[in-house]
């Protein structure tokens, strides 16, 4: 199963509501000016699996993709930066 990779400089952000790491995380995001589209697992099938095929079978948020197409677990805001500023 794969997703739409985001376009190039922001990224997308798959988590859910309840999830603490994952306000942080767009907290972080909107202090940098980093654009996101968020998708709710809960909300969204689709996306749930999508998120389970890149972490062992496991629903576990915020699972980001980059323009790259690839994809990271909780990545940390250097990271992020990190990724999107290699993928120009």
Do not use: H
């Not at 790491?21 to 968020?38: M, P």
């Amino acid at each position: 199963m794969t997703t739409q990779a985001p376009e190039a400089g922001t990224i997308t952000m798959y988590s859910t509501t309840w999830c603490g790491y994952c306000r942080r995380l767009k907290t972080q995001l909107d202090s940098e000016g980093i654009a996101y589209t968020e998708v709710n697992i809960e909300e969204d099938e689709t996306s749930a699996k999508f998120v389970e095929s890149v972490n062992d079978g496991n629903q576990t948020v915020p699972t980001v993709v980059f323009p790259d197409g690839s994809a990271a677990t909780n990545p940390s805001l250097s990271e992020v930066r990190k990724r999107l500023a290699n993928a120009n």
